[in-house]
């Protein structure tokens, strides 16, 4: 079955750029999503179609692909950020998501 | 916005049915452009999509469980619903519903989520 993988965490100071990876060997041909979860919630959206930003989310929010690795990038990220991240794809009509990265602001 | 509440029994015995629904508000759920998921979340496999159903009924399912799953909606009650048989304690997990404008796209908004734990 078709795999996304993600780093288990990624650390990262206050007001500089996190870059949390996701791995998949179809991703340069298909569209991938970001999910933000903060512990007790539920996901929100904060990237879609790899690179758009739902209204709402902050403008330090970006996402980009390279071959077939896509990147979310949190530019000056906050306190608020820490939360735990999914990268989420479609393969021949199935949802699926990374395992996840924990990014943690210190 | 449109916004989801999932609801039903926190605890099933292992080998019954789990039945969970989800109630839709700010919107129909007959709503063309729409359609309707079910995601459930576990420590061991993480997010899982189990499935997503139109408002005509017609339904798609993740092969790892559509042996086991159905999902239903009901437009009267603006609600639809997950029916998961056989649990196991592997079936433990929060589940969310979630919703989206286009198959194969993005999931926005979810639900809060609820714990369904399989145990005797």
């Known amino acids: 079955s078709y795999e996304l993988t993600q780093p288990p965490s990624v650390s990262v100071s206050p007001g500089q750029t996190a870059s949390i990876i996701c791995s998949g060997e179809?991703?340069?041909?298909?569209?991938t999503y970001w999910y933000q979860q903060k512990p007790g919630q539920s996901p929100v959206l904060v990237i879609f179609r790899s690179a758009t930003r739902p209204s709402g989310i902050p403008e330090r929010f970006s996402g980009s692909v390279s071959g077939n690795t896509a990147t979310l990038t949190i530019s000056g990220t906050q306190a608020m950020d820490e939360a735990d991240y999914y990268c989420?794809?479609?393969?021949?009509?199935?949802?699926?998501f990374g395992g996840g990265t924990k990014l943690t602001v210190l | 916005q449109v916004q989801l509440q999932e609801s039903g029994p926190g605890l099933v015995k292992p080998s019954q049915t789990l039945s969970l629904t989800c109630s839709v508000s700010?919107?129909?759920?007959?709503?063309?452009?729409?359609?309707w998921s079910w995601i459930r979340q576990s420590p061991d496999k993480g997010l899982e999509w189990i499935g997503y159903?139109?408002?005509?009924?017609?339904?798609y399912y993740n092969p790892a469980l559509k042996s086991r799953a159905l999902i239903s909606v009901d437009t009267s009650k603006n609600q639809f619903s997950l029916t998961l048989t056989s649990v196991t304690a592997a079936d433990t997990a929060v589940y969310y519903c979630?919703?989206?404008?286009?198959?194969?796209?993005?999931?926005?908004?979810w639900g809060q989520g609820i714990l369904v734990t399989v145990s005797s």
């Open positions: 700010g919107g129909s759920i007959s709503d063309d452009d729409c359609y």
């Open positions: 159903i139109f408002s005509s009924g017609s339904a």
């Open positions: 979630a919703t989206s404008e286009t198959p194969g796209d993005l999931f926005d908004p």
């Open positions: 989420q794809s479609w393969d021949s009509g199935t949802a699926v």
């Open positions: 179809k991703l340069a041909n298909i569209y």
